[in-house]
Nanobody, 115 residues
């Protein structure tokens, strides 16, 4: 059984940084791309960033230049480095492998940015 576990969230002041982790465990055949989503209270879940196995990335306009996604293959762990955080970045952040395990979601990790 494959699991995705997000961690690394917390409370940070505007302008600060956090690094989120997404650890995949279980019998994983392959993960071709990992996506990061976030959901703020009262809003729909939105795509923040993706990283393919080939190294291609996508970033939402709202985070471009501030967020970066990476992977540690040996640890089966993906990261979302978030810099210059803004109060609008406050949300629960999730990782998801849309092409391999589209229905698999972790519990998310809360990011709160104070002004």
């Amino acid at each position: 059984q494959v699991q995705l576990v997000e961690s690394g969230g917390g409370l940070v002041q505007a302008g600060g940084s956090l690094r989120l982790s997404c650890a995949a465990s279980g019998t994983i055949l392959s993960i071709n791309a990992m996506a990061w989503y976030r959901q703020a209270p009262g809003k729909q879940r939105e795509l923040v960033a993706t990283l393919t196995s080939g190294g291609s990335t996508y970033y939402a306009d709202s985070v471009k230049g501030r967020f970066a996604t990476s992977r540690d293959n040996a640890k089966n762990t993906w990261y979302l480095q978030m810099n210059s955080l803004k109060p609008d970045d406050t949300a629960v952040y999730y990782c998801n492998a849309p092409s391999d395990y589209p229905y698999l979601w972790g519990q998310g990790t809360q990011v709160t940015v104070s002004s």
